[in-house]
């Protein structure tokens, strides 16, 4: 029979649970402050001043103007429209036709920019990681050339299987010299790092909601001032004509507020959980045998942790986890369901028998040092039984 103590929530990169707080703030969104923000009557303008504090709020914690703010449906949404939206503009301007990414990247812009190399005859470069999952600037300091030729390129900040931290500002860098946009998906990143896009040096970021303790199917994407760009979605004029339909004004104000308080409490949090994963890696490492660590070390997320089990599908681990009450991930939310090894262990070099041994702890609020021991105490067991031992 399942174990009946409360579940230790280990998948926070999946998602996080709506902050109370932030459930307060949207309610009354839903009912009686719920006008349409484009309407002209007192109704539709208190939904509206909502709205803009809203996009005032995000733009400040992310040293972005507020017209630079475009509300989205999510991550995925803001990863497609920063990449199609920005490289047709570039290359219906100037002729510009590649793209430079890597092969770590989500799904949501890995999957775009093979569709705008399949179906709008983009070129597509995808940058070397080494096997920490680390691009070297100098790999796209060669992939850059001149930049005549570049209609963007997009380097996530941090990863959402095994938690690296790429070196976006020097990255940044070397396309600012070349006039080259960079969109970074800062999904992971959001609430654990800073934001600061002039610090970032980026055009283009892209954020959701649900990750931070906010509701789901919503984010945000950050588009830097002048950045060529045509609008995913078309139709009225909202969001600066940048992204047509009646804005989500609850899930929006829910998100701001959701961010306001993981931005307030970062420095803390990070530290707090940076010491926890880490009692969480030594802790594996030293008792489950035939181990290792996937991503480099350093700089990780504070909050992500993730291993090889050799000899193990993940999927029993997973299994067995949840019975003992604890929940964790074989990699990203979507690859789990999908049973394919991940295609970012993959571009490690990690072998295929060991990608399937795979497993991912991210930790977040309700993450305590208990946890942490019950999960050590409970995942050598499991790997020992699976293994036949
Ligand atoms: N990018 C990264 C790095 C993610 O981890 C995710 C979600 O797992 C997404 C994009 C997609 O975000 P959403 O679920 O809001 O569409």
Redesign the pocket.
Known sequence: MANQRPTIYLDH???TPVAPAVLAAMQPYFSELYGNPSSIHRVGRRANVALEQARRTVAEAIGALPKEIIFT???????NAALRGIALARNAATGANRIITSPI??H??LHTAFDLRDHFGFDLTLLPVDRDGLIAPSELERALGDGHDIAVVSI?L???EIGVIQPLAALGELCRALGVPLHT?A??AAGKLALDVTELGVDAL?T????FYGP??V?FLYLRHGTPYLPLLTGGSHEGNRRAGTENVPLIVGMAQAFVLVEAERAAESARLRVLRDQLIGGILEEVADVYLTGAPEPRLPNLASFVLRGVEAEGVLIALDLAGIAASSG???TSAAQQPSHVLEALGITAPDAHGGLRFSLGRSTTVDDIRYVLEKLPQIVTQLRGG
């Not at 959701?208 to 990750?211: A, E, I, Q, Y």
């Open positions: 990169a999946a998602t449906s999510g991550g995925t949404e803001g990863d990247e989500h949501a812009v996530m941090a990863n959402n998906d999904v992971q892209s959701s909601g649900h990750k789901k199917g984010g990203s939310a979507c």
